[in-house]
């Protein structure tokens, strides 16, 4: 009975000294860890970003089943910004502080990545910015701290004037949502369009608010002007209503109609039966792009989520992909350093090698440009090419006069 209170003593010690060890273990476990935070409108735009979502998770589950970057798995912590740019920002603090992130990826409309890019400039931290396509994210606005991945706004135009110049149309019509990307898409059509082709005439602008469109009243509108040919910026559930619309009213019976983003089955697919033929358009036709890489990135997106990939997939596995490129160049995941090691990083994607230069901070991906067409009852791409980024750039003094000091 004397030695019972002693023996009580020592498994109280035993026991703490247990707890101590868990706890050291796992404040050394999450030390290892390298936080990663994500920011997206998940709840505003869903058809694009689930399945954005899912790339970087794949992206994610490869990096870390490779050993990791650096020795250390990486854990993406993923916050909803609503589709605002004051959500952006209070979302980007709290994964800061109380997070305790390394650096931040992610954005789609070009409003949440404009606040993002000014983010990292104003608290020095690195932002790849994976899908906002506003020109001043690597131009006006850019910074030493923000990258870019996916093609910009004037990049994109680009790749569809030479397509659009080859249909010798004098009468557009245009229409885009009015909000950032919208504006500048037309902004950067129209003045390529009359740098190739000085007699083009631009007869009607619509411009519904972003997600708001009064589709009847728009396709009127264009038809009552009796364009030779449409330029179209619309994509999700306006790109929907405007293509339901205008196959009722007949607006594209005979026309031309040039489409940013159409060729994307994050929207084309949707639109089954009822989605546009012969358009020309940018997008992803994962489903006949048959080289080796693109094949092992299908194969795994469809292993692990029984599904197939859509262009969201390809952007958020890739951007991933950079992030873990540029920490393991760069040594660290300091902001100073991670912004050096992504000036002429080189990045192997599904679909091509890409770099993002120095000069911008703008990543060579490029896009795929063809015509829509229909297959068992859906929509489709046909008789596509891949437009390298590298040739959609502007000439690096251009560059230079347009882009703000670091």
Known sequence: ???????????????????????????????????????????????????????????????????????????????????????????????????????????????????????AKQHKVFFLAAEPLTDKIVWQNGNKYTYRLRPSTSMLVTSVVREAVKLKKKRWALVYPNYEYGQSAVASFKTLMKQAQPDVEFVVEQAPPLGKIDAGAVTQALADAKPDAIFNALFAADLGKFVREGNTRGLFDGREVVSLLTGEPEYLDPLRAEAPTNWIVTGYPWYAINTPEHKK????????????????????????????????KAGSVDADKLAAAFSGLQVDTPVARITYRPQDHQSTLGAFVGRTGQKDGRGIMTSFTYVDGAALQLPDAEVKKLRSAD
């Open 297 to 328: 990135f299908v194969d795994a997106y469809r292993k692990k989520f029984n599904d197939y990939p859509r262009n969201g997939s390809l952007v958020g596995y890739s951007a991933l992909m950079s992030i873990a490129a540029g920490i393991k």
């Open 1 to 119: 009975m004397t030695h019972r209170p002693f023996r009580l003593f020592q498994r109280g010690l035993l026991l703490a000294a247990t707890a101590s060890a868990l706890t050291m273990s796992g404040s050394a476990q999450a030390q290892a860890t390298i936080k990663i935070g994500e920011i997206n409108s998940y709840k505003a735009q869903p058809a694009f970003l689930e399945p954005y979502r899912r790339g970087w998770e794949l992206a994610q589950e490869e990096i870390n089943a490779a050993g990791g970057v650096l020795g250390r798995p990486i854990e993406v912590i993923a916050r909803d910004d609503n589709g605002n740019p004051g959500d952006s920002v209070r979302v980007a603090e709290e994964l800061m502080a109380r997070e305790r992130v390394a650096l931040l990826f992610g954005g789609f409309l070009s409003n949440t990545g404009l606040a993002l890019t000014d983010y």
